[in-house]
Nanobody
Framework: QVQLVESGGGLVQAGGSLRLSCAASGRTFYIMGWFRQAPGKEREFVAAIVWSRGNTYYADSVKGRFTISREDAKNTVYLHMNSLKPEDTDVYYC?????????????????WGQGTQVTVSS
């Protein structure tokens, strides 16, 4: 059974940092990524990493502040979030797929985690 289990969300002050983790079980993936979603809004692409090559991709809104990385031995992907802003407050979702298409659209990913809340106070 394929599972993506996220952890690491929480409450942080503006300018602070958090690290999200997503542990995959049941299989390995070609690409893993992070999306975020605010109430009443569409899910938004944040970052993605091609597992084998390590190529990384970021939304413009987080470039330079967030870093996506992977740990092969644990089949885990991380999202290191620095210089957090109140507008980064969202539920963050881990996503994975066995192939790559556009990689920035929610429909590109077949597997999803349950989501973890990140709240940044001003």
């Amino acid at each position: 059974q394929v599972q993506l289990v996220e952890s690491g969300g929480g409450l942080v002050q503006a300018g602070g940092s958090l690290r999200l983790s997503c542990a995959a079980s049941g299989r390995t993936f070609y690409i893993m990524g992070w999306f975020r979603q605010a109430p009443g809004k569409e899910r938004e692409f944040v970052a993605a990493i091609v597992w084998s090559r390590g190529n990384t991709y970021y939304a413009d809104s987080v470039k330079g502040r967030f870093t996506i990385s992977r740990e092969d031995a644990k089949n885990t992907v991380y999202l290191h979030m620095n210089s957090l802003k109140p507008e980064d407050t969202d539920v963050y979702y881990c996503a994975a797929d066995s192939s790559i298409r556009t990689l920035r659209l929610e429909d590109d990913y077949d597997y999803w985690g349950q989501g973890t809340q990140v709240t940044v106070s001003s």
